[in-house]
Every structure is written in structure tokens, then in C-alpha cells.
């Protein structure tokens, strides 16, 4: 019982790192419709900016959050501007092989910049661990997990109060229609495109804290974010964030009670399952 | 006369709303059937329950002596029954030529007979001299014909034509009656959707009347104009009469 | 038949086909270079694989992300036979591709179900999925991968060729097999049937076509080609292993062989594969000890030509030609 409570614990942990990835990815796929392989580079990016900022201040991660979002969110502009704004006139397979070139080069530039190693950050500041009843609590996780919903809840109080989220929202409803009311819809999605990395800027900071930071590391976290926002419902940032956290789940029940190795099957299968029942994704088909 | 096509109580509710409801009215061979309406009466659920687009809720179709109700749509498509789209649904990264031919290939595999018959239908629609061009590129006028031609390669017994007159000028309406009244008289029976009334009084033997999903009557066109029921619930009622 | 061929070429492009032809056969006599031998090959087999991917994703328009799944099945047709029964490649090669459909016909009808993007995804999950289970199961020999390399056997019995152009020259003879039978295929109902479906599936419900059947087809003609492209690496590198086989950057590559080349058309997947293979190989030999430079540049080229010729390699000189006459008017408007 106690080794359950303990797999679903860290699975929703873990649960929310795919969330906010999959968060981006619904938002950029329901504003502009492209499936973007870049989003797991910009956590890795993220990943690096946290690192190189705790080792030269020794302050721990969560100060260097702030940095990570601006830094990405600066980054995620410009690519909109310089590549996707050419890259959204083109049809739809161009723009997702063009992303998929874009994450090579950050991938590979990263590499050669700073090389293969795998680097943690020593000193979070929240070493071990405590115990409330049965559960297991690792210190390194608890940031990790306010940041996450922090970020759950000023993404979903700014698409649904503020004015600019309310015309990213409708620009994905419909673009023309959001035009003719006198949106500005060039600005809905550099601001999305900008935003969506600026989360996977919050994801690499928090992920920072317990896992290790090599160019490479999107690639773990992009596929599951991918099968996240399918199954929460196509492009619904909502369903995005439920899909994440049953990633998480499937992915450390698999661990602890099969294999690691299973531990895909595992998630193709919910996945398979979740879209021969409702083809639309969970929260789809509104 | 016999009947191609018979419809009993067709139902068809999508969650709450109720797109058509009890509906019953038969074809017969030959005939031209005009179904009007009012903008949302469930004019194209109709169709699309009879081209096996969707299935019924309830009720049944028989399509020239078979039972159709739980059909699919391509197996309907080969038994017999033609479509066009409201919004033309053309091919538009193939040719003229190639948008028929899926359409003749249906009952053979064999190109030089299907290339005939595409001749033949090109023809027959008036669309030979742009047979080499992207469908893409044909105008509006163009692109309904196109539809109807693609439908008539595939030597239909029925034809449903899904409003073929909306956004047509004066003289291409015309066109298209004529074009009409001469698939007809080549023995295919046709059932169509019109928002205009003159175009529907002049092809139609008679006129079925659907009105917020259920149906008012069926009758000649000179019964239906004349019916007070219809003239207050349709042709006096909206500004749509002409499109 | 040979009307069906070659029926739609002017004698000129016949002439520039023969031509090419001839290059391609003599290209391998001139040079002794094994880094050449080694490109050629490539190239030949990723052209194989572009055509595979073509049938589904450029005819029928179903994009699957993950063809990299049947490439790695391919493979292991091969391989694991041969360790475990000896068995001859001749026979191994066309059971991989008669497995490899049968496996696109099983997950064929629930996956295609799915469209767009979630269809992509979800063949690139089903890849994935494969690729831990091959890593991890004791039968494929794990993360090891599988040595086909058997000393003293029969050379073309099985394959085993100490001179590499002797399997450009069969790879070639091959790929112009699967190019012939894509071109036959292109001018009968079956294609134009995919091609329907592409446009629009109500439209190609309309005329009598089920849908999901002839999608499900596609895909197994699809994996096939695939399958014997996975094969004839297993059988050039004669070593292979599931984490560089089967990756999603190879199902991309795939994806990228056959959009680059020209996507939906015959001849595209070909050049785009002479590009690909030459970018990748040219940049990782000349910048490879830079760590990652090499990627970069290439992903920079990717980039670029991707977003300036949407409509692949294909469309280059009609692209040319519309600028040429536009600045020959501009030119004309100034005088």
C-alpha cells in the first residue's frame, strides 16, 4: 500500500513536468496548429540557465525562474519572428520538420558549447528527506512542485481573465473571426509562441532541482508531452495539464510494479485505450 | 411507378437537437424531388443520412429495393447513389480529368474504359475544355458542375445534389437546369436540395417541404405554393427565398 | 506496361533519365574513395525508405512520424533469422516486408482512425514503444544490437560482399525496382484512389471508396518498403542496434527525404535523399571533430530549405523561372 501511495506521489510529481510541457505544446498547436518538436529544447535550455546560475551564485534554482521565463520567452519571440512567421505560409508538415531541424541545432549547439556531461546542481539548498505517514518526501521535490502550480494558475488565470489571453483563446478558436472583431492576431501568436517556451522555461528550471541537465534531455520529456496533449483533448490547455499528470502517473506505476522498460508500452497503451473510447482526447470535441 | 428510394421516419438527433424528425417521403424512379426549407431544417442531415454520411437514429432508408439504414457511405456510393457538396468538396491538388476519373473508376479498374467515361461525363457537364486544369483553380460555376460530373461517373441511379444553384449567376443557373432536366431524362432519378424557389419549380415533379426538421408535405409544386402553411412558415417567412 | 512507364516523358527526359542512369553506374568506377562507396549506398537506401514513406504520407496523405518502427523491423528480419537458423537473407528479406505489412495491418485500423498531428503521434509513440522493448528483450540480443558478419559463407547466397560497390550495384538494381513499381502503381486506380483521400475523404467516400481499408492498404505497402530498406542496411552494415535504428530522428529523416525531395511525386524522394545524404555525410566528415557544429550547419541547410521550398526540390526551377520572369518584368516596367 504504502510503495502505491508512494508510486502515484511521485507520479504526479513527475506528472507536472509533462504538464507544463504539454502545456505549451497544446497552446502552440491551438493557436497556430503546429506540432512543435522544439519545446523539450527550451526546457533543456532552461535546464542550463538554472544550472550555470546556481554554480556562479550558489543561490539555489528557484531565484534563477524568473531568468529561465524571460530568457525563453525572449528566445521563443524571436524564433516566431525570424522562422515560424515564414514557416506558418508553408503547409503543415513543413512547419513541423522545421521545428524538428530547430531542436537539432539547439540540441547540437548546446553540445558543442558545453559538451556531453551530464551536470546536477549540488547545492539546492533542500537536501533529504521527511516522512508524513506512509509517503516519503524528498525535499528537492517540494519547489519543484509549488513552481508547477504556480505556473498551472497564472497560465489558466491569464487565458481566461486577462484580454490578451482571451484573444490568444479565440485566435485559436478562429483566427478570421478573431479579426474581424479587431484582434490582433499576429500578436496572439508570437505571444503564444513566446509563452509556450517561457513555460518549458519554468519546466527546466523546476526539473533542475532532481534530475540531470545534458543537451539531450528534451527528447525524454517532448514524446510524452506530445502524448499528453492528444490525450487530454487536442489543443486544450486544460486537458493538456490532466494528460500530463496521467503521464506521470502511468509512467511510475509501470516503473514500480513491471519494468522501466515497459514503462512506454505502459503509456501507449492508456493512450491507445483513451482514443478508441474518445477519439477527440479528454477533454475534447467542445 | 416504382420507387428508388424510400425514407420512413428518419430521426436523426445530434445530443440534444433533433435534426430531423419522423420524417417519411419515397422517390420514384425517374422522378426529380425538390427538398426545401428554411436555412437549419435539416435539409443536408437528410442527405447525409441517405448518402450514409451518418447513420439514422431511428426510422429507415430503402434504396431501390435494399435496406441502406446502417450502410456505409462508399458502399451506398456503389450501390447506386451520387452526391454533390453544399461547399464543393473538389480535389484541388488533381486535374479536371482526374477529379472524374476516381469517380468512373468505381466500377472498373480498367483505364482506358474509365478514361472513355470520363470523356463522356466531361461532355455531358460542359467541362472538356478545362479538362488539363487544377481543380483548384475553377470558378465557382465550374467547381458545381465539376461536383455533379464527378457524382454522374460513377453512373448513379439516384443523384442527390446538395444546393447546386447557391452563388450562381443568372445565366449559369440556367446552365445548370438544363444540365439538370438532361441527367434526368438519361433515366437517373434526383433528389435536390434548392434555396430557389423558380429553379425548384421548374426541374421538380414534386417538392418535399422540411421545416425545423420535420416535414410540413410533400406535394406538386403547385400544391406546395399554394398551401398556406408553407407560404406562412417559408416563402413568406424569411428574406432567404433567393440567395 | 513500358507505355505506362515511360509514356508521360518527352524523348528529352528519357534521354536525361538515361543519362543519370549511366552516372549513377559509372560514378562508383571513378573513385576508390570508400567515404564515396559509403554515400552512394546510403543514398540508394534512403531513397527506398523516401519512396516507402511516400505511399502513405505524400499519396495518401497520412503523415506518420514513425516509420522508423518498420525500418528497425526491417532489420531484425534479417539479422535474427540468420543468428538463430542460418537463414539466407533472399528469403529473410521479402518475410520482413510480408511481417512488416502484416504489422501495419494490425495497428493499421485503430491508429488510423486518428488525424493530423494525432496520428503523428501516435506512430511515433508505437515506434518508441518498439524501440524499448527491442533494447530490452533478450531475443533481439538487447541494446547489443545483432552481428550478421559470418566469415567463409557463400557471398551472395548471403549478401556478405567484401566489395561495396558490389551492393550499390544491387541496391540500385532494387531501387530502381521499388521506383518502377511506384511509377506503375501511380497511373492505377489504387493510387488515384489514395490520392482521393488525400484531397478529401467525404469526396472519396462519395465515390465508392472505403476509406479506411485503402488507408490501411497504403500502410502496408507503405511498411513494406520500408521494411526492405531496413533490410538491405542490416545487410550493407552488417551490424545494427535498435537505439541508432530505431529513433525518432530516423523516422523524421524519413519524413524530411521524401518533403525535401518533393512530397506526393515519383521522382522527389530520390533527390531528396542525394540532398539529405550528401548534407549529412559531407558536414559530419569535414566538421564532425567539432562535437555537434556539423549537426548545427546541417540543421541550419535543413531549415533554410525547408522554409523557402515548401513544395520540395521538385519546384526549385519553377521557383527560378517565376523569379526570372518577374524581374525580367520588373526590369521591362522600368524601361
Redesign the interface.
Given at each position: 500500500m504504502s510503495t502505491f501511495l508512494q508510486a502515484i506521489y511521485e507520479g504526479l510529481i513527475n506528472g507536472t513536468v509533462y504538464a507544463m510541457i504539454a502545456m505549451g505544446i497544446a497552446l502552440v498547436w491551438g493557436v497556430m496548429g503546429i506540432l512543435s518538436f522544439s519545446q523539450g529544447e527550451f526546457l533543456m535550455i532552461a535546464m542550463f540557465i538554472a544550472y550555470f546560475f546556481t554554480t556562479a551564485t550558489g543561490f539555489p534554482p528557484v531565484l534563477a525562474l524568473p531568468l529561465c521565463m524571460g530568457v525563453l520567452f525572449v528566445l521563443g519571440f524571436c524564433i516566431y519572428k525570424t522562422i515560424i512567421y515564414k514557416a506558418l505560409q508553408g503547409p503543415t508538415l513543413s512547419q513541423r520538420l522545421i521545428t524538428f531541424a530547430l531542436s537539432m541545432v539547439l540540441v547540437n549547439g548546446m553540445l558543442m558549447l558545453f559538451g556531453g556531461t551530464f551536470r546536477t546542481i549540488q547545492n539546492t539548498g533542500m537536501d533529504g528527506a521527511f516522512s508524513i505517514g506512509p509517503l516519503v518526501i524528498a525535499k528537492n521535490r517540494i519547489i519543484p512542485l509549488i513552481i508547477a502550480i504556480c505556473i498551472f494558475c497564472f497560465m489558466l488565470w491569464f487565458l481566461n481573465k486577462t484580454r490578451q489571453g482571451k484573444a490568444i483563446r479565440a485566435t485559436s478558436m478562429d483566427k478570421t473571426a478573431a479579426e474581424l472583431v479587431g484582434i490582433n492576431t499576429e500578436k496572439s501568436y508570437s505571444l503564444a509562441f513566446g509563452l509556450s517556451a517561457a513555460i518549458a522555461g519554468a519546466a527546466g528550471c523546476a526539473l533542475s532541482y532532481y534530475y540531470y541537465c545534458y543537451p539531450s534531455v528534451g527528447g525524454n520529456f517532448q514524446l510524452f508531452g506530445f502524448i499528453a496533449v492528444v490525450m487530454g483533448g487536442f489543443g486544450s490547455v486544460e486537458g493538456a495539464i490532466v494528460g500530463g499528470m496521467i503521464m506521470g502517473l502511468v509512467d511510475s506505476l509501470t516503473g514500480v510494479y513491471f519494468n522501466t522498460a515497459f514503462k512506454y508500452l505502459g503509456v501507449c497503451v492508456i493512450f491507445m485505450l483513451i482514443l478508441q473510447f474518445k477519439p477527440k482526447g479528454l477533454f475534447g470535441g467542445k | 411507378m416504382r420507387n428508388i428510394l424510400e425514407i420512413t421516419d428518419a430521426t436523426k438527433q445530434f445530443g440534444g437537437l433533433m435534426a430531423n424528425e419522423g420524417i417519411t417521403f419515397n422517390v420514384g424512379e425517374g422522378e426529380i424531388v425538390g427538398v426545401v426549407g428554411p436555412n437549419g431544417a435539416g435539409k443536408t442531415t437528410l442527405f447525409n443520412s441517405v448518402s450514409g454520411a451518418h447513420t439514422l437514429t431511428r426510422g429507415s432508408i430503402v434504396f431501390d429495393g435494399q435496406d441502406v439504414t446502417q450502410k456505409k457511405a462508399h458502399e451506398i456510393a456503389r450501390l447506386g447513389v451520387g452526391r454533390t457538396f453544399q461547399i464543393p468538396q473538389s480535389l484541388n491538388e488533381m486535374t479536371v480529368t482526374e477529379n472524374v476519373l476516381v469517380g468512373a473508376l468505381m466500377h472498373t479498374a480498367d483505364m482506358k474504359k474509365a478514361a472513355e467515361k470520363v470523356q463522356e461525363t466531361l461532355e455531358l457537364c460542359n467541362l472538356a475544355h478545362r479538362k488539363d486544369m487544377l481543380a483548384g483553380k475553377l470558378n465557382v460555376a465550374q467547381k458545381k458542375r465539376l461536383e455533379i460530373a464527378r457524382a454522374m461517373a460513377t453512373d448513379p441511379k439516384l443523384l442527390l445534389l446538395d444546393e447546386t444553384m447557391a452563388g450562381l449567376t443568372a445565366t449559369e443557373r440556367k446552365d445548370a437546369v438544363d444540365l439538370i432536366l438532361k441527367i434526368n431524362r438519361m433515366g437517373v432519378s434526383i433528389l435536390t436540395i434548392e434555396h430557389n424557389m423558380d429553379v425548384v419549380m421548374t426541374v421538380s415533379n414534386r417538392v418535399v417541404v422540411l421545416v425545423s426538421g420535420k416535414l410540413l408535405m410533400v406535394g406538386t409544386p403547385e400544391e406546395v405554393t399554394s398551401n398556406p402553411e408553407v407560404i406562412s412558415a417559408y416563402l413568406g417567412g424569411g428574406s432567404d427565398t433567393d440567395e | 506496361m513500358l507505355k505506362t512507364l515511360f509514356g508521360d516523358y518527352s524523348k528529352k527526359q528519357l534521354a536525361i533519365g538515361a543519362v543519370l542512369i549511366v552516372i549513377a553506374l559509372i560514378l562508383p568506377q571513378l573513385t576508390k574513395s570508400l567515404f564515396m562507396y559509403n554515400l552512394l549506398i546510403l543514398i540508394v537506401i534512403w531513397s527506398i525508405l523516401g519512396m516507402g514513406w511516400n505511399v502513405m504520407?505524400g499519396f495518401c496523405g497520412q503523415?506518420s512520424n514513425g516509420h522508423s518502427m518498420f525500418y528497425g523491423f526491417g532489420a531484425y528480419c534479417v539479422g535474427l533469422p540468420l543468428q538463430y537458423f542460418g537463414l539466407s537473407p533472399w528469403i529473410a528479406i521479402p518475410f520482413g516486408m510480408c511481417f512488416c505489412a502484416c504489422v501495419a495491418w494490425v495497428i493499421g485500423k485503430?491508429v488510423l482512425?486518428?488525424k493530423?498531428?494525432?496520428f503523428?503521434?501516435?506512430t511515433?509513440?508505437?515506434a518508441?514503444?518498439m524501440?524499448?522493448?527491442c533494447?530490452?528483450m533478450e531475443f533481439t540480443n538487447g541494446a547489443k544490437g545483432v552481428n550478421m558478419f559470418k566469415k567463409g559463407v557463400n557471398p551472395i547466397l548471403f549478401l556478405q560482399f567484401k566489395d561495396p560497390r558490389v551492393y550499390y550495384y544491387l541496391y540500385f538494381v532494387i531501387m530502381l525496382i521499388v521506383l518502377a513499381v511506384t511509377k506503375i502503381l501511380s497511373?492505377?486506380?489504387f493510387f488515384?484512389?489514395l490520392?482521393?483521400i488525400?484531397?478529401?475523404e467525404?469526396?472519396?467516400?462519395?465515390?465508392?471508396?472505403?476509406?479506411s481499408r485503402y488507408k490501411v492498404r497504403a500502410y502496408m505497402l507503405s511498411a513494406a518498403i520500408v521494411s526492405l530498406g531496413g533490410s538491405l542496411y542490416a545487410q550493407y552494415m552488417l551490424y545494427f542496434d535498435p537505439a541508432s535504428m530505431m529513433t525518432?530522428?530516423v523516422s523524421?529523416m524519413i519524413?524530411?527525404v521524401a518533403?525535401m525531395g518533393g512530397?506526393g511525386t515519383v521522382f522527389g524522394p530520390i533527390l531528396g535523399a542525394i540532398v539529405i545524404e550528401c548534407l549529412s555525410e559531407f558536414t559530419r566528415a569535414s566538421l564532425g571533430q567539432?562535437?555537434?557544429?556539423?549537426?548545427?550547419l546541417?540543421?541550419?541547410l535543413?531549415?533554410i530549405i525547408?522554409?523557402f521550398l515548401?513544395g520540395g526540390l521538385l519546384t526549385l526551377p519553377a521557383k527560378i523561372r517565376e523569379y526570372m520572369d518577374r524581374k525580367a518584368s520588373k526590369e521591362g516596367a522600368a524601361k
Open positions: - | - | 504520407g503523415v485503430p482512425r486518428l493530423g498531428h494525432a503523428a503521434i501516435c511515433m509513440a508505437l518508441e514503444c524501440r524499448y522493448i533494447v530490452n497511373k492505377k486506380r488515384y484512389y490520392r482521393t488525400k484531397g478529401n467525404d469526396a472519396a467516400a462519395s465515390v465508392g471508396i472505403d476509406v525518432l530522428n523524421m519524413v524530411l518533403v512530397i567539432y562535437g555537434g557544429l556539423d549537426m548545427v546541417y540543421g541550419c535543413v531549415i525547408v522554409l515548401p
